[in-house]
């Protein structure tokens, strides 16, 4: 069972109705023999209780001592957490709520735990389904601006020839998914129920995406080769040289870099130095953050802080300035955080990746099957275009968009439509 359970209302069963009569109508869906192969409709409505206790204690926050540096460089700064604190008390969760329950959701139980997931299906039949894969500090939220642009592209400047079904899933122990009970969650495993989840759903050829997590996901898919997996599209990919890997662990610069490759350098050292402090907490003792579960504030401040593209680009638009994210974008997926109570089940999967290690996150994976990149400029690293190739031997599609960073879908989520398009027009003559 889901370790949730939403209020009950007519609205709630009307809409449950409705995503039943969706379920029947899913191509060549497999009857389900087992009840746990089940795919159940799924609707979240969060108790007026959850979000009084929010608001309180948003409210009642006890505050830091100012920063006594006048930058970033001690963490998020004081003055754009309380901006944040303030816009919190006219967010609308509601409004989050409908946005979510406008697509259809379901729940199906794969390797002994529950899966959330949206499937939404193109009115375009020759559609190419896609299962796209978030990260952290992310969630599905991540995802919502690009749905309709990928499902109905004659709306959205695109070409039915454009169309994709769209499958986008809750991480374990992320959102309304199940909080694994034992370790193991790693991104290998994850990739195995994907690929269930697919054929699942009856798709006999798809492709994949992800960022984040979401490409570790993504590229193990790819590893495995699962029946029908066409190909991938990350924009965050693993392709940093054993030999660069070995020189940012000593800190000797090699001399031969281009000019891209200088730029993902620089860009790479500074987040190993500065960038990861969440993630060696959560690698090594994600149990110990009870403060992010007991307090709003401070789970906001801990998901602010991943890496410091992201973090200036969100402090502007906290402070003012128009932005790929706005303050409610941020509130919304904290929000969901906070509803659901993953705080700490979402960081386990850092746990579980360092105990059950695959490979260093960035390091090349052997990958065979057709791969795709967008190289966003404000990432943790713009993957140069010679790496690339050497990662990805069968690469399809190569760009470098003009704007975004870490959640790309989020942010850009017109320039992210447009590579996802441009990335596999190759791969659909094989549908």
């Given amino acids: ?114 899966i959330h997931f949206i499937h939404v299906r193109s009115k375009h039949e020759n ?19 690009v749905i309709k642009p990928l499902t109905d592209p004659t709306l959205y400047g695109g070409t039915e020839a454009d169309a994709f079904h769209v499958v986008i899933p809750s991480l374990p122990g992320y959102g309304f998914s199940g909080k694994p009970r034992e370790t193991g ?41 699962p029946v029908g997996l066409l190909g991938i599209h990350t924009n965050m990919p693993a392709t940093v040289p054993a030999e660069i890997s070995k020189a940012l662990a000593a800190g000797l610069q090699p001399a031969d870099l281009s000019p891209d490759e200088m730029r993902a350098w620089g860009q790479l050292d500074d ?47 906290i402070a003012g300035e128009k932005e790929g994210l706005s303050p409610d974008d941020i509130l919304d997926n904290v929000t969901l955080y906070w509803l659901t109570n993953t705080a700490i089940s979402s960081a386990r999967l850092y746990w579980d990746n360092a105990h059950f290690p695959t490979g260093g996150f960035f390091d090349p994976r052997g990958i065979k099957i057709p791969v795709a990149v967008s190289a966003f400029p404000d990432e943790i690293y713009q993957a140069p275009k010679s790496w690339a190739e050497k990662a990805y031997p069968e690469l399809i599609h190569y760009a470098r968009p003009a704007k975004g960073g870490h959640f790309a879908a989020w942010e850009q989520p017109e320039l992210f439509t447009a590579e996802l398009r441009a990335s596999f027009r190759t791969l659909r003559e094989q549908i």
């Avoid at 559609?127 to 601006?145: D, Y």
């Fill in 271 to 317: 987040f190993n130095k500065n960038g990861l402090g969440y993630a060696i907490e959560m690698n090594n003792r994600p149990q110990t953050l009870y403060g992010i579960v007991d307090s709003p504030i401070g789970l906001a401040a801990w998901m602010l802080d991943h890496d410091i593209s992201s973090y200036r680009m969100i402090a502007r638009s």
């Fill in 127 to 145: 559609a190419l389904p896609i299962i796209i894969t978030h990260g952290w500090p992310g969630s599905v939220i991540e995802q919502l601006k």
């Fill in 185 to 225: 969650w790693n991104p290998p495993r994850i990739a195995k129920a994907w690929a269930v989840l697919m054929q699942r759903l009856g798709y006999k050829k798809y492709v994949a995406q992800g960022g984040d997590w979401g490409n570790a996901v993504t590229e193990n898919m790819a590893v495995q080769e």
């Fill in 1 to 114: 069972m889901s370790n949730l359970q939403p209020t009950v209302t007519r609205r709630t069963l009307l809409a449950a109705a409705a995503a039943a009569s969706a379920v029947s109508m899913l191509p060549q869906a497999r009857a389900a023999t087992d009840p746990k192969s089940e795919l159940k409709p799924f609707k979240f409505s969060a108790s007026d209780e959850q979000l009084a206790d929010l608001h309180r204690r948003v409210a009642a926050t006890r505050w830091p001592d100012e920063e006594n540096v006048a930058d970033d460089s001690q963490g998020v700064r004081l003055d754009t957490i309380k901006k944040l604190a303030g816009h919190w008390k006219d967010h609308d969760w509601r409004r989050v709520e409908a946005r979510l329950n406008s697509f259809p959701q379901f729940m199906t139980e794969i390797d002994g735990l529950d």
